[in-house]
């Protein structure tokens, strides 16, 4: 049970670090059908963080674009400069791990109509399964609009043996910056891990 539990914490670390910069430091190309995986990312974006108790939320602002969002628990903060059409691209994750899974948020100085979300989705789904060698599928796929912004919502699985793991996570496009909330975290604390997405969704702010 040890061994299963450390498996999913790993896991679940890999992922809230991975977010969706892992993605676009892999390349910023679009992923195409049938395109070849993206290439592995710097170890920046795999270091597992220190597990923390999630004690209270606490209101977590990326400074440069003034967004704001409630986190379980005090954020580990991973900064990154990516090159994309020759262009560098500034991004941050803030992720921590809970005793239900691991949530993170991600911003990236771009124009989040860059690349269409469906294509964000996939280079992160194709940029998690290169780095970790495990399987993560996406389902439940809805785009709409929240605050005028087009979003695109999943939910998220990896089954590996006798593991299984879910999560959910939200892809915002901005007018200056590309978002991504995500959770992760053991099958059996999916509904705990749906409860922390929409809570943290519905404190999210972006000026």
């Known amino acids: 049970m040890g ?7 790993s896991r679940t670390h890999r992922l809230v670090l991975l977010s969706a910069s892992a993605a676009l430091a892999a390349g910023g190309v ?4 049938g395109a070849a995986a993206a290439a592995p990312v710097p170890p920046l974006y795999v270091t597992a963080v220190a597990a923390m108790p999630a004690v209270e939320w606490v209101e977590t602002t990326d400074a440069p674009s003034g967004i704001t969002v409630e986190l379980p628990g005090k954020a580990t903060v991973r900064k990154a400069s990516v090159s994309i059409d020759g ?6 994750v803030y992720g921590l791990d809970t005793a239900d899974g691991g949530a993170a948020f991600s911003v990236h100085d771009m ?3 860059r690349y269409s979300l469906e294509d ?3 280079r992160f789904l194709e940029s998690y399964m290169v780095n970790t060698a495990e399987p993560l599928t996406s389902s439940d796929v809805r785009r709409h609009t929240v605050d005028g912004r087009p979003v695109l919502d999943a939910r998220l699985t990896s089954e590996t043996g006798d593991e299984s793991s879910v ?3 939200r892809l ?8 991504q909330v995500v959770v992760f975290g053991p ?3 999916e509904k705990a891990l749906k409860a922390m997405q929409e809570r943290l969704l519905d404190s999210l702010r972006i000026p």
Do not use: Y
């Not at 262009?87 to 941050?92: A, I, L, T």
């Not at 915002?172 to 978002?179: L, M, P, R, S």
């Open 172 to 179: 915002i496009a901005d007018d200056d910056h590309f978002v």
């Open 111 to 113: 124009p989040g109509d």
């Open 167 to 169: 999560g959910f996570t």
């Open 3 to 9: 061994v299963i539990g450390m498996t999913h914490r």
């Open 30 to 33: 679009p992923a195409s059908a």
């Open 120 to 122: 964000n989705l996939q």
């Open 187 to 189: 099958e059996a604390k």
């Open 87 to 92: 262009k560098p691209v500034e991004s941050r």
